[in-house]
């Protein structure tokens, strides 16, 4: 702590990434990224792009790429924002829409950046109990006679990869006609089902999604939301007031080529949902409980061995996890499906350290 630090500075509690090492024979399983990389398309649209223009300013707005997106979900360029990886997108969205003195409603188990977003502006959270069984009760977020700031939540929610039906964002729409409505799809592409197409009816929908996972390009920071114009205008003004440029040239032109390599992006997601449904399988014989994932990871938990102690296990292997020291999840591993090799190597050392007696 330093004297310089304003009172602001001195309460937060910012999230921690996952642990990044340098070893040999790594298997990296505990950050979400997609095993399979970006499609060819993308490093060609990069290196081409890393020539004389470099030493120009890249387009503020993304028009090209915002063109892209909007094709791709069959919506209009007015209604994507596109900024620097989806928690750009979504600390944007907290200053813009979540009005401060009224709570913030999002799942007691959720991606655990929101609390920090809403810590940092100042907003109050209300955390709404997921169901014993860790799904999301959409009824528990109706306030008869009371008010809130907005609801976010993470669909598939993170870390339990567990998805949310269509109807049901729907009907969590319906409670809060009034309030902004944030879904965070950063896994939708492996198995859950997309708002996007709810947007024409409901005004207060506001869908985040990233290329970071199922567009192997958490390097390049990518995130985009779509919604309204109207929302769309407010997350521009927050932007025009923090940072012009928050995509540089090299992202825009890789993000842009991304979304043209339909045949590449479908393919590799479809092998990561294989490989989830044989890891799921794999662990469930060695006698872990395994919540049903619709995201690219697995959410698991052994009665008879404590998750911290098993994943700094795999740790001394050289295989890391997230293990995730919060209540009623401290007893599960979040892991990354990886490649087939990955996810055997995996399992192979787990049965070697007797898991299932």
């Known amino acids: 702590m330093s004297r310089f630090w304003s009172p602001l500075v001195q309460q937060l509690k910012p999230y921690v990434a996952g642990e990044q090492l340098d070893l040999p024979d790594l298997i990296k399983l505990n950050t979400n ?43 209009r360029a007015e209604q994507v924002f596109v900024g620097n990886g989806s928690d750009e997108v979504l600390a944007h969205a907290f200053a813009a829409f979540f009005r401060q003195g009224l709570p913030l ?5 959720s991606y655990s ?10 907003i109050p959270v209300e955390t709404v109990p997921v169901n014993a069984d860790f799904s999301i009760d959409v009824q528990a977020y109706a306030r008869p006679g009371g008010d809130v700031g907005g609801v976010v939540i993470a669909n598939p929610n993170a870390p339990t990869g567990m998805a949310l039906p269509l109807e049901q964002i729907e009907r969590l729409l319906n409670l809060w006609p009034d309030r902004v409505v944030l879904i965070d799809e950063a896994y939708v592409d492996f198995g859950g089902e997309s ?13 985040v999604q990233t290329l970071s996972k199922s567009r192997g390009l958490a390097g390049l920071r990518v995130g985009y939301a779509i919604g309204s114009p109207a929302l769309i205008e407010g997350l521009s003004r927050i932007k025009g007031c923090f940072n012009s440029y928050p995509l540089d040239r090299l992202a825009q032109a890789g993000a842009q080529a991304s979304f043209e390599a339909d045949v590449y992006f479908r393919t590799t997601c479809e092998r990561v949902m294989q490989s989830r449904v044989h ?16 995201a690219n990871f697995v959410f698991a938990r052994h009665p008879l061995r404590d998750a911290a102690e098993l994943a700094q296990a795999l740790k001394s292997q050289a295989i890391l996890v997230r293990h995730f020291k919060l209540p009623r999840i401290d007893q599960f591993l979040r892991i990354t499906v990886g490649t087939g090799a990955q996810c055997h190597r995996l399992l192979d050392v787990l049965a070697q350290m007797q898991v299932h007696r």
């Open 33 to 75: 990224e997609n095993p399979y990389g970006p499609a060819p398309e993308v490093l060609a649209a990069i290196a081409q792009a890393n020539a004389d223009s470099l030493r120009l300013y890249p387009d503020p707005g993304a028009v090209a790429l915002r063109h892209t997106i909007a094709a791709h979900h069959g919506v």
């Open 105 to 109: 409603l999002m799942p007691d188990v």
């Open 113 to 122: 950046f929101y609390p920090v977003y809403a810590q940092l502006y100042g």
């Open 195 to 207: 708002a996007v197409s709810l947007l024409a009816r409901h005004p207060n929908l506001l869908v």
């Open 279 to 294: 890891l799921t399988e794999g662990l469930r014989a060695l006698g872990f409980e395994v919540l049903p994932s619709s």
